[in-house]
Nanobody
Framework: VQLVESGGGLVQAGGSLRLSCAASGSIFSINAMAWYRQAPGKQRELVAGITSDGDITNYADSVKGRFTISRDNAKDTMYLQMNSLKPEDTAVYYC??????????WGQGTLVTVSS
């Protein structure tokens, strides 16, 4: 399984971005997926997660009400809609997936920069 993120960039505070994570390879084996982020000098943290069928989602308290995670299994793609962005949302955002064989896969990351 390979994961490729896109959609990062520079945005002003209060703006919006939508990140995408396209999966390829043994996509039939993908189970839960998630978005993580890592700000400069900080540890990587979970932003949001979603189950294989998309029925259950969870969010970090810092993004609840502003970010929405979703997935389109027909397109093998996961999304993160980010609204009301804040400077503290600046980070490299990573796509993460677990396969049915308990293998964890990461994307290469996409940079999101929010200016004040």
């Amino acid at each position: 399984v390979q994961l490729v993120e896109s959609g990062g960039g520079l945005v002003q505070a209060g703006g919006s971005l939508r990140l995408s994570c396209a999966a390829s390879g043994s996509i039939f084996s993908i189970n839960a997926m998630a978005w993580y982020r890592q700000a400069p000098g900080k540890q990587r943290e979970l932003v949001a997660g979603i189950t294989s069928d998309g029925d259950i989602t969870n969010y970090a308290d810092s993004v609840k009400g502003r970010f929405t995670i979703s997935r389109d299994n027909a397109k093998d793609t996961m999304y993160l809609q980010m609204n009301s962005l804040k400077p503290e949302d600046t980070a490299v955002y990573y796509c993460n997936a677990w396969t049915m064989t308990h293998l964890e896969v990461w994307g290469q990351g996409t940079l999101v920069t929010v200016s004040s």
